[in-house]
């Protein structure tokens, strides 16, 4: 084989809870990592005499802080080979957004380059690289919906999935994630996931009492923007909605496509929007 081409695919955080700070800096956590397979970035890697890697958007970097040349580089570094390989990168997740766009670019190439150059990496040591190159890349190894908890890498997968269409608005507010923790308030409070779905798997409306996302308070009230997204999404219908990650996006999931389309006509025309039917 010389030639994989893969989709690498966007997720949302359902309810995420920051439980505690930790001694290294980073803070566990508390979510339901879900996949949105039909809003996806592509990437090509081809064998080649030398390595090369081009991305499409000029937004993002296309040296060695881009987490495909990351990925990359860490698996030359544990297999000590060097990897000629040419890669392009075609965006369509926005960047900053809590989408995990970048993280599930660098989850793609692992599993790709393990497989163009018969690596024979297992699952276990794949999350463990995965881990060294950011918090949400572990999730992306698989990419099904999965409890996450630690700082993302301890995953259950669990049986569920939403069976309404969901509405995914991004208004190009960009926000740090790393500064997005540094103000969030650590609840002390893991969201009991299995105990809640047991019963309510399909009953969304009862999800806002249960599913938070701590990055709201701060995030909110620094950009009243995206609150008001929220406070749409429930004027027009929707069944539950919340920020995914550490935001900018905020995403609803609705009874029917119809009522999604009302509310797009309320949104400024130059947010990003997104309606997932879940096809792959
Ligand atoms: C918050 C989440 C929720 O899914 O999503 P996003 O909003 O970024 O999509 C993720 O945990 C983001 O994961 P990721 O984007 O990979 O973060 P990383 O590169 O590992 O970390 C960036 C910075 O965020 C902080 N950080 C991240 C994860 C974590 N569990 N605790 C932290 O304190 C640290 O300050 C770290 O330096
Ligand atoms: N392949 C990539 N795609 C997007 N962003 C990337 C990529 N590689 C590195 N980055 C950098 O990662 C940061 C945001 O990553 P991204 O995954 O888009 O954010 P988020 O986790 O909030 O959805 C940006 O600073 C961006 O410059």
Redesign the pocket.
Known sequence: MRYIEIKAPA?I?IG?KVVSKRRD?????S?L?YPINDLYDVLKFELAGNFSFQCDNPNIPNDDNNLVVKAKNILEKETKKRLNVKIELLKNIPSEA???G??SDAAATLISLNELYSLNFRYEKLLELALDL????PFFIKAKPAI?KS??EILEQIDFEINKPILIVNPKIKIS??E???FVKSSNQEIEFNNFLTNHKNDFNSYKNIFEND?ENYVFEKYPEIKIIKEKMYKNGALFSSM????STVYGIFPDVQKIKGLLEELPKNYFTFISTHEN
């Open positions: 997720k955080n995420l800096g980073y803070h566990n956590l979510t990592f809590g989408l995990g970048g993280s950011g918090s949400d890349v996450g700082r993302g994630t790393k997005a923790f540094s990055f995914s990650g550490t935001g």
